[in-house]
């Protein structure tokens, strides 16, 4: 189920016109990865049974390593996610940030694995798209949407009180778009205001290559800064940023380190999907991605603790 989150403070902007007009690009992120999400599943390459009631189905094809990138994203932050909910039992909480039309919520009702409290956070505009086609979408999806609430708006900074209920805090392509300062505040404030907590996150890496280059040029043409890519220069630079704001253990690995150590029969299935013509184009892409996850009071995470359990084994195997 979910709930209020407690009221955030927000960096300030001069006015609020000039946050909207700043923040516009960001906000069209959330489409673009909505439409690649949605035509993945389409395809088959993940069951998402509720992703078509938030986004429409673009008659545009997406290339197939944009497909495989996605499919190895929604795997690996899943695991991670299912191996936090195993090990605290569900009695813990979730905070999506920036979750736009994510429907994990959902997703993890379906297979009884619901925490005791699911927030998400997101840009008001959004947050009112989604309350929209909860509202809108037909008798079968509304027998559920009363466990989803109105989410605040996006957090940047935050107060600092403390929450004993273990939490996992999840940014996909959020800390990005912040400066470095301000994520670091979040990351400070995630650590400082729980007790025992996870933080996955998953962004841009090994941006300092002509590939990280032209990808930030091109960002940069539809109006959309990467204000926190001086952060993304390496797997170490991500862990560093983790562990330097009060985090107690951080690990890293780029998507095609991940992609590789998915099960072969899986990795097996969705490669029949579709044609992939250039591997070399699927590895560059993957090598400029990566998964995050960084955890503290490891005592009451249990094995969950990356520095005494094997990461990979969350993201192999979801009954572990």
């Keep these: 189920m979910a709930a209020r989150q407690r009221e955030s403070s927000i960096t300030s902007c001069s006015s609020a016109s000039s946050c909207d007009a700043d923040d516009e690009g960001v906000r069209g992120t959330c489409e673009d990865a909505s439409l690649c999400k949605r035509f993945a599943v389409?395809?088959?390459?993940?069951?998402?049974?509720?992703?078509?009631?938030?986004?429409?189905?673009?008659?545009?094809?997406?290339?197939?390593?944009?497909?495989?990138?996605?499919?190895?994203?929604?795997?690996?932050?899943?695991?991670?996610?299912?191996?936090?909910?195993?090990?605290?039992?569900?009695?813990?909480?979730?905070?999506?940030?920036?979750?736009?039309?994510?429907?994990?919520?959902w997703r993890l009702k379906d297979e009884d694995l619901l925490p005791s409290k699911y927030f998400e956070v997101d840009f008001p505009m959004i947050v009112t798209r989604k309350l929209h086609s909860i509202k809108w979408t037909h008798t079968g999806f509304k027998e559920i949407r009363c466990y989803w609430s109105r989410s605040p708006r996006p957090v940047r900074t935050g107060r600092e009180t403390k929450e004993i209920l273990p939490?996992?805090?999840?940014?996909?392509?959020?800390?990005?778009?912040?400066?470095?300062?301000?994520?670091?505040?979040?990351?400070?404030?995630?650590?400082?205001?729980?007790?025992?907590?996870?933080?996955?996150?998953?962004?841009?890496?090994?941006?300092?290559?002509?590939?990280?280059?032209?990808?930030?040029?091109n960002l940069r043409r539809r109006q959309c800064d990467l204000a926190g890519v001086e952060t993304c220069k390496s797997l170490e630079s991500q862990k560093e940023r983790l562990l330097s704001n009060g985090w107690e253990t951080a690990s890293a690995v780029d998507m095609m380190e991940l992609y590789n150590r998915l099960p072969r029969a899986e990795v097996s299935r969705i490669e029949s999907l579709e044609f992939l013509d250039e591997m070399e184009l699927l590895e560059q892409l993957m090598r400029h991605y990566c998964l995050c996850w960084a955890t503290k009071g490891g005592n009451e995470l249990g094995s969950l603790d990356v520095k005494r359990t094997d990461p990979y084994i969350s993201l192999t195997n979801p009954g572990s």
Excluded at 171 to 186: D, F, G, K
Excluded at 191 to 203: L, R
């Design 42 to 105: 389409s395809i088959g390459y993940w069951h998402d049974p509720y992703i078509q009631h938030f986004v429409r189905l673009s008659k545009e094809r997406k290339a197939p390593e944009i497909n495989r990138g996605y499919f190895a994203r929604v795997h690996g932050v899943s695991q991670l996610i299912k191996a936090f909910l195993r090990k605290t039992e569900c009695h813990c909480q979730i905070i999506n940030l920036g979750a736009g039309m994510d429907t994990t919520f």
């Design 167 to 217: 939490t996992l805090l999840i940014a996909e392509c959020v800390l990005v778009y912040m400066t470095p300062e301000q994520s670091a505040n979040l990351l400070k404030w995630a650590a400082n205001s729980f007790e025992a907590a996870m933080f996955i996150n998953y962004e841009q890496v090994n941006m300092g290559d002509r590939f990280g280059q032209i990808m930030i040029e």
